[in-house]
């Protein structure tokens, strides 16, 4: 079974301040994909970044960073100096084929962002 | 390019009421899928179309809900009848199977029924 965990369900900074949000994830697929969402109070799914299993470098996308560790089944993101513009839900998610194909996206319960001036 | 299209934002109904909800994917891509988010279950996987056919209902809650997709630009998903437990937003979502595997999502439709 494929499983998405967010064990931080609310994270509050002061604007600058770093934030790292976890994510664990248990498969028993050897190849998978890893996706991260964001999903602002205006409602909508944002897509941020898709991960290869195969792929452990570390990705960093302006304040935006992604630490993919297959040991430790962990891949989790990290915002730098954040804005008040961060504040969202972050969604952490897993696919592959023991889902039946790849098309089903396992989705963390989120991680709730909030950046105060 | 436009992102996957919504319709309409959002919907009030009464209960028993039939509801159907409106999903244009983004142009090209061959798999399709609804979404229901609510508080209490997060985002649930509702169906999944590849190529205009279902290859998953498994989290169609009940026969009240349906789900077509008629043609590689449109579906949709109706609840009849409709009950307040249904009140959620629904979301629809795209991508292009083979290529990428991230999924695009729409706006969401705001579903309440009274």
């Known amino acids: 079974a494929q499983k998405v965990t967010q064990a931080q369900t609310e994270i509050s900074v002061v604007e600058k301040e770093d934030v790292t949000l976890d994510c664990v994830y248990e498969?028993?697929?050897?190849?998978?994909?890893l996706f991260w969402y964001k999903q602002p109070p205006s409602g909508e799914l944002v897509f941020l970044i898709r991960?290869?299993?195969?792929?452990?470098q570390n990705e960093i996308s302006g304040r935006y960073s992604w630490n993919f560790q297959k040991s430790t089944s962990s891949f989790n993101f990290t915002i730098t100096a954040s804005q008040v513009v961060d504040s969202a839900v972050y969604f952490c998610?897993?696919?592959?084929?023991?889902?039946?194909?790849?098309?089903?996206?396992?989705f963390g319960a989120g991680t709730q962002v909030v950046v105060t001036p | 390019d436009a992102g996957v299209i919504q319709s309409p934002r959002h919907e009030v109904t009464e209960m028993g009421q039939e509801v159907t909800l409106r999903c244009k994917p983004i142009s090209g891509h061959n798999s399709l899928f609804w979404y229901r988010q609510t508080m209490m279950r997060g985002l649930e996987l509702l169906i999944y179309?590849?190529?205009?056919?279902?290859?998953?209902d498994s989290g169609m809650p009940e026969d009240r809900f349906s789900a077509k997709m008629p043609n590689a630009s449109f579906s949709t998903l109706k609840i009849q009848p409709s009950e307040p437990r249904d009140s959620a937003v629904y979301f629809c979502?795209?991508?292009?199977?083979?290529?990428?595997?991230?999924?695009?999502f729409g706006p969401g439709t705001r579903l309440t029924v009274l």
């Open positions: 991960r290869n299993s195969f792929d452990e």
């Open positions: 498969t028993r697929d050897t190849t998978y994909y």
């Open positions: 179309f590849n190529n205009n056919v279902p290859i998953d």
């Open positions: 998610a897993l696919s592959g084929p023991s889902t039946d194909s790849w098309g089903k996206l396992q």
């Open positions: 979502a795209s991508r292009h199977q083979g290529r990428d595997n991230e999924q695009f």
